[in-house]
């Protein structure tokens, strides 16, 4: 359009050129007709001979020659006015045309600048068409897209149905097959209904058969159900009576206590669940240990001397809250029980303080609850200066003063076989022995089990 344009303006140019030359032109062919016909007004003889003497081109420049004289000595003083009128209507001409282009030349100016406007405009609109194309285009293109997914799914659901369809015409085949088979055997219907009654009579009499034999099943379960109840029952309860046999063993188990290593420790009677955590029967074991002796355990869990290990016993009370049972028996036979039904126990870094024992009942009466609160003490961790041959074992002691500590019980102190301590450094339960700690013990064991 601009280059149209441009066009348009050299060409309306050339125009205005070609004008002004035609009005030069006639200009000067008027003037120079005037002084000619003015030089030959009045002189018809002499017109005609110059004319009829072929003189037409040598008289007319004369003429010329003598209208546009500049030489005052040769110009007639009535032809000076002449000329001046002449060349003032020959400016005025030119001005007159001047204006007149200057008027069209405005005229010109102001259609070019509404054509420019105008041609703007064009251009505006045609950016704008070309966005609102460019819009439509990519409009047009995600149309495309969105149907060519569509055509994919229905592509893909038209699979899946034909595959569907596809199967439901193997299931109608098959089912049509069945029929097919069944009219075919139609005719044995009646054969067939009879052997399915006999098999139907043959599992009813295997049924009551079976039944029966496990109803008498659940009556002998019962019973041994029972006994064992009673079993359970008695050794529950046991201790109370403690016979001499209770002072035996029935062997050895390993315990495995979830993020703690197994151990080994004796037990009395599986059914009753009673685990031995201390056991003196003899002098073959020495109890004056030191600490990590009575943290990790020692002696002989096959029916000696034994202790489970502090470590052990915390691991285990940890499990769940647990009955506490103490046999002990003195060198002339008499025998005794204490039972505590909730025994804890704290961990190496608290020193095993005893927390708890629970609540007493027994034979033997309660030695022990004077103990709760005390740390448990042995050679390594103790204020106390033990004298070689001299020692206690080690056990939960309450301190007075300076090397002086109390005790109602020791179940760690030294076997004496005589049942005579005259240091009073024997195995002791001062209840039992009428707080007569000169009586050693001749047996002692200790036991847990789960609480019921």
């Not at 961790?381 to 005790?407: H, M, S, T, Y």
Request: glycine residues 6%.
């Amino acid at each position: 359009m601009r280059e149209l344009f441009k066009l348009i303006i050299v060409v309306f140019l050339l125009q205005v050129a070609d004008f002004v030359g035609i009005i030069a032109k006639n200009s000067d062919t008027s003037d120079k007709n005037r002084c000619v016909n003015h030089c030959y007004k009045g002189e018809p003889s002499t017109k005609n001979h110059i004319i009829a003497n072929n003189s037409n081109t040598i008289n007319k420049n004369s003429c010329a020659n003598y209208c546009y004289e500049d030489e005052p000595s040769t110009k007639n003083h009535t032809e000076k006015p002449l000329q001046k009128n002449a060349l003032k209507r020959i400016i005025g001409g030119i001005d007159k045309n001047n204006n007149n282009f200057k008027m069209e030349l405005g005229s010109c100016d102001v259609k070019l600048k509404e054509h420019i406007k105008k041609l703007q405009i064009c251009e505006a609109k045609f950016s704008l068409q070309n966005r609102n194309s460019m819009e439509t285009n990519m409009k047009l293109a995600n149309r495309e897209a969105q149907i060519r997914d569509l055509k994919s799914q229905i592509s893909r659901k038209s699979s899946a149905q034909n595959a569907l369809i596809n199967a439901k015409d193997d299931e109608i085949n098959k089912l049509k097959k069945e029929l097919h088979d069944l009219k075919a055997n139609k005719g044995n219907k009646s054969a067939l209904l009879n052997a399915k009654d006999e098999t139907i009579n043959t599992l009813k009499e295997n049924m009551i058969y079976m039944l029966k034999a496990k109803n008498d099943h659940i009556l002998n379960l019962r019973a041994l159900l029972d006994e064992k109840n009673k079993q359970v029952s008695k050794y529950e309860n046991e201790g109370e009576d403690v016979p001499d046999s209770v002072i035996y063993i029935d062997g050895t188990r390993r315990i495995q206590v979830p993020g703690n290593p197994s151990f080994s420790a004796p037990f009395v009677r599986p059914i009753s669940d009673w685990t031995v955590i201390l056991r003196r029967v003899s002098r073959n074991v020495s109890f004056s240990r030191h600490w990590n002796e009575y943290k990790n355990g020692f002696g002989d869990p096959n029916g000696g001397d034994f202790h489970i290990g502090l470590d052990n016993l915390y691991s285990l009370l940890r499990t769940g809250r647990h009955e506490l049972l103490i046999l002990v028996k003195d060198v002339i036979g008499s025998t005794g029980y204490a039972r505590y039904d909730n025994f804890k126990i704290d961990n190496e870094q608290a020193s095993y303080n005893l927390l708890s024992v629970g609540e007493y009942k027994g034979t033997a009466g309660d030695s022990l609850t004077f103990h709760v609160g005390l740390n448990f003490t042995a050679i390594g961790r103790d204020p106390v200066n033990r004298a070689p041959g001299n020692d206690l074992g080690g056990w939960w002691f309450k301190f007075i003063k300076k090397n002086e500590r109390a005790w109602l019980s020791n179940l760690n102190g030294n076997y004496f076989e005589s049942g005579i301590a005259p240091n009073q450094r024997g195995i002791t339960w001062g209840s039992f022995s009428d707080f007569n700690y000169k009586v050693s013990l001749t047996f002692a064991q200790m036991m847990v089990r789960p609480r019921r």
